[in-house]
């Protein structure tokens, strides 16, 4: 499929459908979270998908196009990758899925201000600057309101789902300005799978024993993560993100700490205060604020 200038009726469903299954992953973390050290299976499932990966590219006849001029970029890419998912499963190991949320899907703002500097074409308007501002204080809230049940609410997690979100925005970044651009989608997911496997496994003894006495639910969890998760998932969003400008990609991200908070009420029984819900309009008004497109002049 050819790149396009605007997002079209297929992009928009396609990233409602992916923005409700991260918040649905969230969920799975958390659980899997309760049998398995954190670092330790993202660990394991970074090793696992790139075998699942391999797997799903020979199915469908193509190769992984490691060429060597890409290689600084996949590197790069791939210690993004890591830095995301520690922040993201100790932040989900310490907070609650309601709270991380609201948090680590603000990455649409920290991309919008890198996106200005380093994209062309996208440039920061009035509008959007009056959306950073007002997510910025709906972030700032969530981090601030510490209202909450014990084992809910808790700043170290907060931080990691803000720094979670940073490197997300940075492996967008890295996906389109550098020249991993001129792979596919599949190549560049595996660049972050192969680099971030044996570093997250090297670092895993550092965060605590590798087993919380796990049952089968998340071993499953497991698996679901590496061949569902990261093999499909993952690569369909990049291959949206080659397709479709980043800005418009992004601003379905709004969609995905809806969807995030409210399967954490309802699956995992967290609760919904006001403080919350406040900072998750917030974010939520800012991020469409963001995304929003510019009024052109007649001519």
């Known amino acids: 499929m050819q790149r396009k200038d605007s997002m079209d009726t297929f992009g928009a469903v396609s990233l409602i459908a992916f923005s409700g299954f991260l918040g649905f992953n ?63 499963f100790l932040a989900l190991d310490l907070t609650s899925v309601t709270r991380s949320s609201v948090i680590f899907y603000s990455m649409p703002v920290w991309l919008a201000i890198a996106a200005h500097f380093m994209l062309p074409g996208q440039r920061l308007t009035p509008t959007k600057c009056a959306g950073l501002l007002v997510a910025f204080a709906g972030v700032g809230w969530a981090i601030v309101n510490r209202t909450g049940p014990a084992g809910e609410v808790s700043l170290a997690g907060d931080l990691c789902a803000l720094a979670a979100a940073i490197s997300w925005a940075a492996i967008t970044l890295l996906a389109r300005g550098t020249r991993l651009a001129e792979v596919g989608a599949e190549t560049q997911l595996f660049w972050q799978v192969l680099v971030s496997a044996p570093l997250l496994l090297l670092v895993a003894p550092f965060f605590g024993d590798f087993l919380r006495d796990p049952e089968p639910i998340h071993w499953w969890g497991l698996l679901f993560q590496a061949a569902i998760v990261v093999s499909l998932g993952f690569t369909a969003w990049l291959w949206l993100l080659s397709i479709y400008p980043p800005a418009s990609v992004a601003a379905f991200s709004f969609l995905t700490p809806i969807f995030g908070v409210s399967l954490g009420w309802l699956l995992l029984g967290e609760s919904l205060g006001l403080g919350l819900l406040g900072a998750l309009a917030m974010v939520t008004l800012g991020l469409i604020l963001i995304n929003r497109p510019p009024r052109h002049r007649a001519a």
């Open 26 to 88: 969230q969920v799975v973390i958390k659980v899997v979270n309760e049998g398995l050290q954190p670092v330790f299976w993202a660990g394991l499932r970074s090793a696992l998908a790139v075998f699942c990966l391999w797997g799903l590219l020979r199915l469908r006849g193509r190769r992984i196009d490691l060429r060597r001029e890409t290689a600084p970029a996949g590197v790069l890419i791939g210690l993004a990758f890591t830095a995301e998912f520690i922040f993201l």
